[in-house]
């Protein structure tokens, strides 16, 4: 079993910033990407950010493009997801997931569905 866990999330102001983390852990499984999503009360899962191992592409939504970005360390089968200029509508709980399969192009990785692992998630709350 793949453990995935995040931590890192809490309570900002708007215009500040906060940097979430995902850890995995378990029995060895192959990681082709490391994925970040959202979910605010009332509304479906949105896809934040995507992080494909190899070659080390990212992807983002247009909604964060320019204040999030997501990295990771391989080695430590760990991905930050650094959140800047966050408004009350970042608010949500915040998910990460890990992909086995590789794509080429990764806006794939949009997709929940090219996920199998997922974290129990956690809160992000921006004030105004």
């Known amino acids: 079993q793949v453990q995935l866990v995040e931590s890192g999330g809490g309570s900002v102001q708007a215009g500040g910033s906060l940097n979430v983390s995902c850890a995995a852990s378990?029995?060895?499984?192959?990681?082709?990407?490391m994925g970040w999503f959202r979910q605010a009360p009332g509304t479906e899962r949105e896809f934040v950010a995507a992080l494909r191992w190899s070659g080390g592409i990212t992807y983002c939504a247009d909604s964060v493009k320019g204040r999030f970005s997501i990295s990771g360390d391989s080695a430590q089968n760990t991905v930050y997801l650094q959140m800047n200029s966050l408004t009350p509508e970042d608010s949500a709980t915040y998910y990460c997931a890990s992909s086995s399969t590789y794509y080429y192009d990764t806006s794939n990785y949009a997709r929940d569905s090219v996920y199998r692992y997922w974290g129990q998630g956690i809160q992000v709350t921006v004030s105004s």
């Open positions: 378990g029995r060895t499984f192959r990681s082709a990407a």
